[in-house]
């Protein structure tokens, strides 16, 4: 601490202070680097609808991380997640499930499925052993060969010996020996990971990194079913990254894809549709309601995309507080911007205005996901954003600040007496958090002025802001 800041924390002298306030008066608040890993590949999990890929990269991760759902067609886009195993790093990718003739939003399943089976370095065909083979999994074994990507054969739902005999009927694929497994039980599938290694390792080329590059950023794509986060993702990427159907609700796994924006990367990760309460929503949407506030606390920047054609709702007001909770930046877009006639865009400006106040301090982009209209703006917004999430000042300034800030406008009196702030510091940036130890509480109302007067003075535009109090008594004598 300078001398100047040593003054002022002398405040406290007089004040029985607890162990963590001496922790937090002497943190220095430095972040840790994480150190990239390194991968032998992306391994593609593929089969018809409903055979249990799903289920295999849960039993692959050791956690349930994709949507498993006893129906067909739960998974739609190709979504990648890390992986391990018996030190091997690699990418397993869960993809939807492939259907001959398929038409609609099947049709763009089956493209994502075969996408993944192009960008992979290996696939691993699920096959269900009871069922036997089908004339789409003969078709999937001819777009796997046109490939030319080595294939690992899964027989699934094989619980015990009694099944074996049934998996060996799979040699009629032509793929070589099938591993019979259980993926909901755990069954052979450390035999299959072994085989899926060495294909990796066969077929891939050593030294990729799975973690991102330095510098890139990660921004998930939040809000309601149907608002365009898919579209956005797909304009960001150039290409058809996420299925997008009219059918709101389409995408149920978080989606990540590396984009350029304005000249740089960022990891764009687009996430399901929020829909009502997370206890209302059941089944696959239960879980990727889950899903999506997992996505929200592994980013950095929020973009919660809003349909300026229909009025604000009540789940867009939640989807800005969860983002704000989750102590993210936070980058508003006005999404179907490109839909507006002049008169309803004044007007709407008024309104997005006053509906959306308590986030004033977010910056706000007027875009088209679908046309690509001003989506190159984001760039600037996400910039601001993150600058001041990160943003920190010095203790010495913020003392000086609140003491001029309270010598100008006192808290009320409680109870005949006037609370006083003693001391502050701010204890961490990614949200900025600062605590002010007082002599007596402070209302929540003066709690709030001091946030904004904070955020108009060092610029904290685009990041919550979280102020606590500890209430100090004198020492006794």
Request: hydrophobic share 45%; charged share 25%.
């Amino acid at each position: 601490m300078t001398d100047k800041t040593d003054a002022l924390r002398s405040a406290l002298d007089g004040y029985a202070l607890e162990p963590e306030d001496v922790a937090l008066l002497g943190a220095d608040g430095q972040d840790l680097d994480v150190e990239a890993i390194k991968s032998i590949g992306a391994l593609a999990i593929v089969g018809r609808p409903n055979v249990g890929k799903s289920t295999l990269v849960n039993r692959i991760l050791g956690r349930r991380a994709a949507v498993v759902q006893d129906e067909p067609g739960v998974t739609r886009d190709r979504v990648s997640y890390p992986a391990d195993w018996a030190g091997a790093h690699f990418s397993v990718v869960d993809t939807g499930g492939w259907e001959v003739d398929a038409a609609g939003l099947s049709a763009r399943v089956a493209e994502q499925a075969e996408l993944a089976i192009g960008l992979a370095d290996a696939a691993v065909l699920v096959v269900d052993a009871a069922v036997g083979i089908t004339d789409t999994d003969e078709r999937l074994v001819q777009v796997l060969r046109r490939s030319g990507k080595p294939v690992v054969l899964a027989a699934n739902k094989v619980d015990g010996a009694q099944g074996e005999p049934e998996a060996a009927g799979l040699w009629g694929l032509g793929l070589g020996e099938p591993h019979p497994v259980s993926a909901l039980h755990g069954r052979g599938v450390g035999d299959l990971l072994d085989s899926a290694v060495a294909a990796l390792r066969q077929a891939a080329a050593p030294g990729l990194v799975l973690a991102d590059p330095p510098g890139v950023r990660r921004v998930a794509l939040i809000g309601r079913p149907n608002v365009g986060k898919s579209s956005l993702l797909n304009k960001l990427a150039g290409a058809e990254r996420s299925v997008v159907d009219p059918l709101a609700g389409t995408t149920r796994d978080p989606v990540d894809e590396l984009a350029e924006l304005d000249g740089r990367q960022w990891r764009f990760i687009d996430t399901a549709g929020i829909r009502r309460r997370v206890q209302r929503v059941q089944g696959a949407d239960f879980y990727a309601s889950l899903r999506t506030q997992a996505a929200v606390e592994r980013a950095e920047v929020v973009v919660a995309l809003i349909d300026s054609s229909e009025e604000l709702a009540e789940q867009d007001v939640r989807i800005l507080q969860m983002a704000s909770e989750a102590g993210r930046a936070l980058v508003i877009g006005l999404n179907k911007w490109d839909l507006m006639d002049p008169e309803r865009r004044f007007y709407l400006e008024r309104s997005v205005e006053l509906d959306l106040a308590p986030w004033s301090w977010a910056p706000r982009v007027n875009i088209s996901a679908l046309t690509g209209r001003r989506v190159d703006r984001l760039a600037g917004a996400l910039d601001t954003a993150l600058a001041g999430w990160e943003r920190r000042i010095t203790t010495g300034q913020l003392n000086s600040f609140l003491g001029q800030l309270v010598a100008a406008h006192p808290h009320p009196l409680r109870s005949g007496k006037q609370p006083r702030i003693l001391f502050a510091t701010q204890a961490a940036a990614r949200p900025p958090r600062f605590v002010l130890f007082a002599s007596g509480f402070l209302e929540a109302p003066y709690r709030r002025f001091i946030e904004r007067s904070l955020r108009e003075s060092f610029d904290f535009t685009g990041t919550p802001i979280e102020i606590s109090v500890r209430v100090r008594d004198k020492r006794r004598r």
